[in-house]
């Protein structure tokens, strides 16, 4: 890794602030508060990960989820089933296709940030990748993603404790991404905080916990990981999914006021239960933001 800024436009610069104590981020790449300065990796990926972790319960540390979480790190390509599989591909993508639809009725001409980006798959829907802004914690999953997308502007950062001033953002998505955070009200306060005070969170969900999801996970993904990779892929997910989309939708409604829903693939059957995938949008109301 390096620290030249040179890979960095200055807009994405105006953007950022120190994950620790929240100053502004000088060239090259400083923090002009509490003096750390971030590295920026061969690929320019700025890294500006806090120096302290969330310390997590002890199911992290099951062996399976070790290797799995490993992999990510060494070619995420190689793991979302979505890129192999067409249906599974148009499972996955139905999410991203109706909250890009909400998001180009509504947005205006402010940056947006993909939270939990991972390898890209939202970028796809882009019509201008220099307004909108990955963020990830894994270095693997944003490599993929910059080889798919080298004019994609992405930062190494953490939901918790996101790498951005206050206000920065017009829109925020977060596209199968909550259900993985175990601190999920501390990631919701930071879209809180670096949305505009109008601002829009577009949230795509799989159906955790209901029925359908549970059973085609069964006939699909867990067997194909448990052939490749010998995971136990159910107690995997146990811990990786460690959120419900029923938990994800009740905390999401107690930060931000909820204006439009859908399911996939039966919307006229809005059951969890029933269906694959979840489609949110929310709004931040001048309160909301004047109180962060």
Not at 37 to 47: A, H, L, M, S
Not at 118 to 142: C, E, M, Q, R
Not at 205 to 230: D, Q
């Amino acid at each position: 890794m390096t620290n030249s800024v040179s890979a960095i436009n200055s807009e994405l610069l105006s953007l950022l602030a120190c994950p620790d104590c929240r100053s502004d981020i000088v060239p090259p790449l400083h923090c002009s508060g509490c003096g750390r300065d971030f590295p920026i990796t061969e690929e320019g990926i700025p890294c500006l990960m806090p120096r302290a972790s969330r310390v997590l319960p002890a199911q992290y540390a099951d062996p399976d989820y070790v290797a799995y979480h490993a992999l990510t790190e060494k070619d995420a390509a190689d793991l979302y089933y979505s890129e192999k599989n067409w249906l599974f591909r148009s499972i996955h993508h139905s999410a991203h296709r109706t909250l890009d639809a909400w998001f180009r009725g509504r947005h205006r001409q402010g940056y947006a940030i993909d939270i939990g980006c991972g390898t890209g798959d939202h970028f796809l829907y882009a019509n201008d990748l220099k307004k909108i802004i990955g963020v990830d914690s894994s270095i693997g999953s944003l490599r993929v993603l910059l080889r798919k997308f080298p004019s994609a502007c992405v930062v190494q950062g953490d939901a918790y404790t996101l790498p951005f001033r206050q206000s920065a953002f017009d829109a925020a998505f977060s596209i199968y991404n909550l259900e993985h955070l175990w601190f999920l009200d501390d990631a919701l306060k930071e879209v809180q905080r670096i949305l505009l005070s109008d601002g829009s969170f577009y949230v795509g969900l799989p159906a955790e916990g209901g029925l359908a999801w549970t059973l085609g996970r069964k006939i699909s993904t867990e067997r194909m990981y448990k052939k490749r990779y010998g995971f136990d892929y159910g107690r995997v997910m146990q811990i990786e999914h460690c959120n419900t989309a029923k938990k994800v939708i009740d905390r999401c409604a107690a930060h931000f006021s909820s204006a439009r829903r859908t399911f996939f693939p039966l919307p006229l059957l809005p059951l969890i239960s029933c269906n694959l995938t979840i489609s949110l949008e929310y709004h931040m109301s001048k309160a909301q933001g004047d109180n962060i």
